[in-house]
């Protein structure tokens, strides 16, 4: 799991995005809540034993889950706070009617706005989240790729990994409105090819 924090421009707020292992069609608020909660827990030095349930919790321990607890409430607080711009938005008021024909290749977009879109995604439109991970076949780097699913649309945003330890990445976007299946598509990133292949679609925003 990778931990990686970004201080909002206008806030000055420190936000916390996770690459976490792969999993398919999750809560993507619970599955993020999870992960920071295990992580916090982990960091704040909670024994592998007491994690697994080998050993009860001691007192120590259960302060550290519920301050965890609550470290996960005020982000996901500050996630919800942020302003998501109207073009990413328009992506799911318009479901397959998308225009990509007249969009740019790339584009940027800070991970804690995509953080707070996903989250909307699931709250406001019931998008669930699913998240795969490859080796990049050309310089070996990981990549991230996270699609987002509500039936029949999906929308798929892809890192490149030579803009991963920046606060702003560089995005490949692809959704269900170019008629591509989203089976093929998840065979393509986890065949390690995913990010050249992306480099010829047409993306977004």
């Not at 999750?26 to 992960?35: E, R, S, V």
């Not at 034993?49 to 050993?55: F, H, L, Q, S």
């Not at 990010?195 to 925003?205: A, G, I, P, Q, V």
């Amino acid at each position: 799991m990778i931990q990686r924090v970004f201080t909002h421009k206008k806030t000055h707020q420190k936000l916390i995005a996770f690459d976490d292992r792969e999993f398919e069609m999750k809560n993507p608020i619970k599955q993020y809540g999870h992960a920071i909660i295990v992580k916090q827990m982990i960091l704040n030095g909670v024994s592998k034993a007491e994690m697994t349930g080998k050993k009860p919790f001691t007192a120590s321990s259960n302060d550290i889950f519920i301050n965890a607890h609550m470290h996960w409430l005020k982000l996901k607080s500050d996630f919800q706070k942020i302003k998501i711009p109207e073009n990413l938005m328009q992506l799911l008021k318009n479901g397959e009617k998308t225009d990509q024909d007249t969009s740019p290749k790339m584009f940027l977009l800070p991970l804690e706005i995509l953080t707070a879109f996903i989250f909307k995604a699931y709250h406001e439109f019931g998008y669930t989240l699913s998240q795969y991970t490859s080796m990049d076949a050309k310089n070996g780097s990981k990549s991230i790729t996270k699609i987002i699913d509500r039936g029949a649309h999906w929308h798929c945003f892809a890192t490149t990994s030579n803009h991963l330890k920046e606060a702003i990445v560089q995005f490949h976007y692809l959704s269900s409105a170019c008629g591509m299946d989203r089976t093929a598509l998840v065979k393509q990133i986890k065949s390690g090819e995913s990010l050249s292949k992306l480099d010829n679609l047409t993306l977004t925003l």
